[in-house]
């Protein structure tokens, strides 16, 4: 049976297009899974938990996108994501929710791989749950008390990522790593 337009659209999007019911995929497009380097069938019924490095970073993901779509049904950022073999892009993804009284419980995503336009440091773990929190603008001693570390520890961390980007503060790290302002 030969495919609709919208189907062959949906398919063929140039953005990776992925339904999520409770964060498990329930639809993707061929350019969502080929993204990730997986077959559409290898993602359906899968947690999106998959496509995270731990489940910390699955989790902390979860916890900032929640608010905005609490209040605006809509949410967006820029992140380091990994392919199946472990290779990292950068990929825009943009959320929006049919059900904002309850946003997990259906989401529609859009992925855009932004490599070309994104440093190419690779973030730890830890670098990237700071990144995250100084995102939502918390201070080192809140962000320590997120993390359980000493606010020194995190005052290493800032000092730490500035260095690695050659940036002098934290809006200019912000704008290089999740490109807000351009």
Known sequence: MPQSLDQIAFDLAPIGIVLTEDRVIKSCNQTFAHMFGYAREELLDQSFRMLYPSATEFDAIRDVGLKALNATGEYSDERIMHRRDGTPFWARVRVA?????????????????????????????????????????????EIARDLGLSPRTIDDYRARLLRKFDVRNIAELLSRIMGVGG
């Open 97 to 141: 929710t049919p059900t904002p009284e309850s946003p997990l419980s259906r989401a529609i995503l859009s992925f855009a791989d932004i490599s070309g336009q994104r440093p190419e440091v690779e973030l730890t773990p830890r670098e990237k749950q700071v990144v995250m929190r100084l995102a939502q603008g918390r201070t080192s001693k």
